[in-house]
């Protein structure tokens, strides 16, 4: 497999509703955490009644205007699929961003990434964006095989 055929099987598997339904559960994970830190802090009610409005438009339409998560998220979904103007420098800052928004705990220096996100969509769109798409030919050719089958 070369890289021309790699990034195809990406395009093909990274549609717009895959990216879409990611960018819903990157949001799902983070209010919970959001939540869960509230209700720590003891200001739950108080972040509850405008932050629940805005964050269920969020959820529905997945964007956020400014630098955000989920721009980074659209941003390594970009170069996984191949996009020419994704290949920009600053893709670390994209990923650390997502990993340190879904895996850093507030106190730790360091994220720490289950095995099973290397599996999901967004992982290994931040694997390609990180280290190439050589980085992901194995998992490539197993999507390959199974759209294959189906």
């Keep these: 497999m070369d890289e021309k055929q790699a990034y195809e ?3 093909s598997v990274y549609t717009n509703e895959l990216m879409m339904e990611e960018k819903r559960r990157v949001l799902k994970i983070l209010y919970r955490h959001l939540e869960e830190q509230a209700a720590e802090l003891a200001v739950a009610d108080e972040l509850a009644e405008g932050a629940g ?3 269920k438009r969020y959820k529905e339409y997945a964007y956020m205007p400014g630098n955000t998560l989920l ?4 941003f390594v979904f ?3 699929r191949g996009d020419p103007t994704a290949g920009e420098p ?3 800052i994209h990923v650390k961003r997502i990993y340190k928004a879904l895996y850093q705990a507030p ?4 994220p720490v990434i289950p ?5 999901t969509p967004l992982g290994v769109a ?3 964006a990180e280290q190439g798409i050589a980085a992901v030919y194995d998992i490539i050719e197993e999507l390959e095989q199974i759209h294959r089958t189906e």
Excluded: E, G, I
Aim: charged letters at 30%.
């Design 9 to 11: 099987v990406l395009r």
């Design 53 to 55: 409005k805005r964050v």
């Design 71 to 74: 721009k980074s998220v659209q």
């Design 78 to 80: 970009n170069t996984a």
């Design 90 to 92: 600053d893709a670390s």
């Design 107 to 110: 106190a730790a220096r360091a």
């Design 115 to 119: 095995d099973y996100f290397w599996r």
């Design 126 to 128: 931040c694997l390609t």
